[in-house]
């Protein structure tokens, strides 16, 4: 197939959006399938290029009404056998102009458009304009040709409120955007070294930009607890502050580094930066604990989770809001409620003093994983496409 792939993000822009995008193009790509990518140009990173087999084209500026006009006189000139649209909308910063393109598509009837929704959080359109904003959302997948959701709560969402008007949707999980790749030579010691972790620290860490919905306050004042009771704890946030599309959280980064000057833990607290893929590895290897207290519930579409799961970590999070088969509390991951820092906190302090359960943990972690490799959902991609064509 001929497939167009439509992103607001991608890389070198730093976001999850982007990152899924170019794994699940590679792994397409693999299976025999003609790439082609159409994204935001920024700066530098802007034009036609050719890379790994895949032809991306940043030449988007803004995502507005121009933004759209573009994006379809692309799709009639490049006339794929299928459109991906990937949908979040912080990555097409908060336009709504992107929600119209499949009514557009749907007048001419090809080529067939298929969102995937990386969440159902609606776009700002304008001023209050309140229930409108949702609205936007369910007219986008009501004129679509299929939907696919990251997460169980997604698609739950989707064919309930949509009811008998749901197009055909399908259930896809994301994957790991970090490959369980280390440096060369690397070496666990070392790399704690270079933070300055003893060999008695507890180091938890936290993988993600900041964002309201990971909860750090509530991962913050865990270890602060954790520190006046006269735990050898420290923090590693991995990772860079903000997305590229993430501008929004800007505010709350500064709001994160506030906290960690108010509870006096700057000595506690480390971080790694935006950095490349080997060093991510090698730092969520190097932790003893993977932190991830989201305040919406863990689910399957949150990108950190399943490199959490990749590197087998033993991991601490949050219960799902909607049950999730393939994670279990103490089976895959150690579950506690929402912004509940005591309970997160005598979660750290068990795991950290139980090395069988971090083991347990740690081994259903890697085993899980291996049910969300690219290949195999590249594979279910390309079929969910090919009934709709």
């Not at 359109?125 to 949702?134: D, N, S, Y």
């Not at 300055?196 to 750090?216: A, E, W």
């Not at 997305?243 to 971080?271: C, F, I, K, P, W």
């Not at 970590?313 to 506690?336: D, K, M, R, S, Y």
Request: proline fraction near 7%; charge should be negative; charged fraction near 20%.
């Amino acid at each position: 197939m001929r497939i167009g792939i439509i992103t607001g993000e991608y890389p070198p822009m730093e976001g999850g959006v982007g990152a899924f995008t170019q794994e699940l193009s590679l792994a397409l790509h693999d299976l025999g399938h003609q790439i082609h990518i159409l994204t935001t140009s920024t700066g530098a990173a802007g034009g036609e290029t050719v890379e790994t087999g895949l032809m991306v084209h940043r030449t988007v500026p803004q995502w507005g009404l121009p933004g759209m006009r573009q994006a379809y006189g692309w799709l009639q000139a490049l006339s794929p056998d299928v459109v991906s649209l990937q949908y979040e909308p912080a990555a097409y910063g908060m336009k709504g102009w992107i929600t119209a393109l499949p009514r557009w598509l749907q007048r001419s009837r090809r080529p067939p458009l298929v969102i995937t929704f990386h969440d159902l959080l609606p776009p700002y359109l304008f001023p209050k304009a309140g229930a409108v904003r949702q609205w936007s959302d369910l007219q986008m997948a009501r004129h679509a040709a299929g939907c696919i959701a990251t997460n169980h709560e997604d698609q739950q969402a989707l064919t309930q409120v949509l009811g008998s008007a749901a197009p055909p949707t399908r259930l896809i999980p994301i994957g790991s955007n970090i490959a369980t790749e280390l440096p060369p030579n690397y070496d666990r010691e070392r790399t704690r070294d270079r933070y300055g972790f003893g060999p008695q620290d507890l180091v938890v860490g936290f993988f993600g930009f900041m964002n309201r919905s990971k909860g750090i306050e509530t991962l913050l004042e865990a270890v602060a607890r954790l520190r006046d009771a006269g735990h050898p704890i420290h923090l590693l946030l991995i990772g860079g502050r903000t997305g590229t599309s993430d501008a929004a959280n800007t505010q709350y980064a500064d709001e994160v580094d506030e906290m960690v000057r108010d509870l006096h833990l700057e000595s506690r607290t480390h971080r790694t930066g935006f950095a490349a893929q080997q060093d991510v590895s090698a730092a969520l290897r190097a932790i003893d604990i993977c932190a991830l207290p989201y305040r919406d519930g863990a689910n399957l579409r949150r990108g950190t989770l399943h490199a959490a799961l990749a590197h087998g970590c033993a991991i601490v999070t949050t219960t799902p809001n909607v049950p999730v088969a393939e994670l279990q509390n103490e089976a895959g991951a150690l579950f506690v409620p929402p912004e509940a820092p005591t309970a997160l906190a005598e979660s750290i302090l068990r795991l950290g003093s139980d090395r069988d359960l971090r083991q347990r943990l740690s081994t259903a972690a890697t085993k899980l994983a291996g049910k969300f490799s690219w290949p195999a959902i590249a594979a279910e991609t390309a079929a969910f496409f090919e009934t709709l064509q």
